[in-house]
């Protein structure tokens, strides 16, 4: 067990609907990394939040968006739902931001678009 | 930006018997380098890195892997593997001197056969 935590643990829905993703960090962790694993992409990175203020942006769709509160959680917004757009959706967590710190996993999150 | 490439997507091997995983990167700064493992409908999880010092790293389960940097290659062994080492090993790297999104490898499945 990593100590991340992502709920729910699997999601199905329709096209062109909307679904939030939640993730808990570690406890002590301030940033949070959203990563996208599909079929036909991989493992991508998606963004990236350190203490509430987003820090980097990867191949993040424009109907996707995150953001961290102050409880440092984490919630990923994904709307306008397209079938490409299933995935297992993972969130990771580290202590700080600037050096090398190991990033956590959690279990991830299995979106279905049907 | 960084690239990293698995040259093989699968990976069968009878158990007791040595494998390799190979893993190239390409990047235009330093990097870190890193191998995670993801067990069937688990997360994933950090299986060692190399950050700097020896360029050869081992963990705690008998593997080991050797960054090279004139060939720009950290190959993962393992002198004789088992059967719970069945499981999908991605390559990583990440920019160096700062806790960054990782970039990952296509994968490579690795099977254990009896």
């Known amino acids: 067990d990593s100590g991340v935590t992502q709920t729910p643990k699997h999601l199905i829905t329709a096209t062109g609907q909307r679904v939030t993703l939640r993730c808990s960090p570690r406890s002590g962790d301030l940033s949070v990394y959203w990563y996208q694993q599909s079929l036909d992409q991989g493992l991508q990175f998606l963004i990236q939040y350190y203490n509430g203020e987003e820090r980097a942006k990867g191949n993040i769709l424009e109907r996707f968006s995150a953001q961290q509160f102050p409880d440092l959680h984490s919630e990923l917004n994904l709307s306008s739902l397209e079938l490409g757009d299933s995935a297992l959706y993972f969130c990771?967590?580290?202590?700080?931001?600037?050096?090398?710190?190991?990033?956590?996993f959690g279990p991830g999150t299995r979106l279905t678009v049907t | 930006a960084q690239s990293v490439t698995q040259l093989d997507s699968q990976v069968p091997v009878f158990e007791e018997a040595p494998v390799e995983l190979r893993c190239n990167y390409s990047?235009?700064?330093?990097?870190?380098l890193f191998w995670y493992v993801q067990y069937p409908n688990q997360g994933l999880q950090l299986l060692l890195k190399?950050?700097?010092?020896?360029?050869l790293v081992e963990s705690i389960n008998g593997f080991e892997a050797e960054f090279n940097k004139s060939q720009t290659s950290f190959h993962l062994r393992k002198p004789s593997v088992h059967i719970s080492d069945t499981a999908e090993y991605f390559c990583?790297?990440?920019?160096?001197?700062?806790?960054?999104?990782?970039?990952f490898g296509s994968g490579t499945q690795l099977t254990v056969l009896p």
């Open positions: 990583a790297v990440s920019e160096r001197g700062s806790a960054r999104q990782l970039t």
């Open positions: 990771a967590s580290s202590v700080a931001f600037g050096s090398y710190y190991e990033q956590y």
């Open positions: 990047s235009s700064v330093s990097v870190y």
């Open positions: 190399y950050l700097s010092g020896s360029t």
